[in-house]
């Protein structure tokens, strides 16, 4: 094992640390990682993915009543489907 003491930079992609510059390390090497800063994201929304969308419902006004059923009429002009 290495005395010498490197240290690399990188952030978590997918749960994974990905370095910002290319360094070899030996399978195996100990490292320790301690996180630098948060995103801003993560600092500002605590809540899950589901709570975030559902922030938003009812919130757009002005819409059609059947606009759930009949949204590729909308979008496409499609024929409207019978209620």
Known sequence: ???DVTEFTGRVVNGAVVLDQPGKLEDGTEVRVRPVTKPEMAQE??????EMLLSFAGV???LPEDLAL???HYLY?????AE
């Open 1 to 3: 094992m290495s005395t």
């Open 77 to 81: 002009g499609l024929p409207k489907k």
């Open 45 to 50: 929304n605590n809540g899950s993915l589901s």
């Open 60 to 62: 757009i006004e002005g």
């Open 70 to 72: 009949n949204h590729d």
